[in-house]
């Protein structure tokens, strides 16, 4: 079964950076694009990074300049480095892999997410 563990949120006044980490895990075949999405409470679930497995980025307008996306696929992870953080970047951040994985024996690719992590900026 497909895991996405996220780590690295928590509490960070405003200009602080973090960075988040994912794992991924569980009868991978192959990893596609990876990203981070973020949900703030009221709000919908938006794109926050998003990699290519040729590793092409792609960042929403809020986020560049100050959020880094990248992978490691002998580990299967991926990671977002966050600088520069200011209130509006709080939110739940969710990480998300388009992958082939075994399903039932059988290779099947899928969109996965993980349980989310928590930002929180503030001083």
């Known amino acids: 079964q497909v895991q996405l563990v996220e780590s690295g949120g928590g509490l960070v006044q405003p200009g602080g950076s973090l960075r988040l980490s994912c794992a991924v895990s569980?009868?991978?075949?192959?990893?596609?694009?990876m990203g981070w999405y973020r949900q703030a409470p009221g709000k919908q679930r938006e794109l926050v990074a998003r990699i290519t497995s040729g590793n092409t980025t792609t960042y929403a307008d809020s986020v560049k300049g100050r959020f880094t996306i990248s992978r490691d696929d002998a580990k299967n992870m991926v990671y977002l480095q966050m600088n520069s953080l200011n209130p509006e970047d709080t939110a739940v951040y969710y990480c998300n892999t388009d992958s082939a994985a075994l399903f039932r024996g059988i290779p099947t690719r899928d969109d996965y997410w993980g349980q989310g992590t928590q930002v929180t900026v503030s001083s």
């Open positions: 569980g009868g991978i075949l192959r990893i596609y694009d």
